[in-house]
């Protein structure tokens, strides 16, 4: 398959998935490695793109759960499935971190949706950003399947 990898960037189709996500019901799910060693997965309503090689969340609690595992183990994935609509599934591997530019803070807050941010009103969270490594797209057509590595 190594000779059918393309150059990492997130495409359009990528683009439209992740940015219709929260509104479509299908956020994707991120999985993070917690400080106790067991795997953990939640669906994360802020997900968007924030660069050609790069995923943003909007992250309510600090310091703790994902924002406090990424210190230390910054490893990621992040999950889309849309087979009913897109027939697609996006896998997103990556290292995330905790960014405390208050530009980036600012933009992660302002693209995320309204119902999410009225999970933190007094904007308490931070902005995680994910520096994408590798996707593997799997779809129910052949053009559909394909994977991306930096």
Avoid: C
């Amino acid at each position: 398959m190594a000779n059918d990898t393309l150059p990492l960037v997130i495409d359009d189709a990528m683009k439209d998935a992740i940015g219709t996500a929260f509104e479509s019901r299908n956020p994707l799910t991120v999985a993070y490695n917690g400080e106790e060693g067991w795997p953990h997965l939640s669906r994360r309503g802020s997900t968007q793109v924030f660069g050609p090689q790069q995923l943003a969340l909007w992250i309510r609690k600090r310091d703790e759960g994902l924002a406090a595992a990424l210190g230390s183990r910054p490893e990621v994935t992040l999950y889309f499935l849309d087979l009913a609509e897109r027939g697609v599934v996006y896998t997103f591997y990556g290292r995330g971190r905790v960014s405390t530019a208050p530009a980036d803070g600012d933009r992660v807050w302002a693209a995320t949706p309204e119902r999410e941010r009225a999970q933190d009103p007094d904007r308490n969270g931070v902005a995680v950003i994910v520096d994408l490594v590798r996707i593997v797209a799997q779809g129910i057509k052949p053009e559909l399947n394909f994977v991306m590595e930096a």
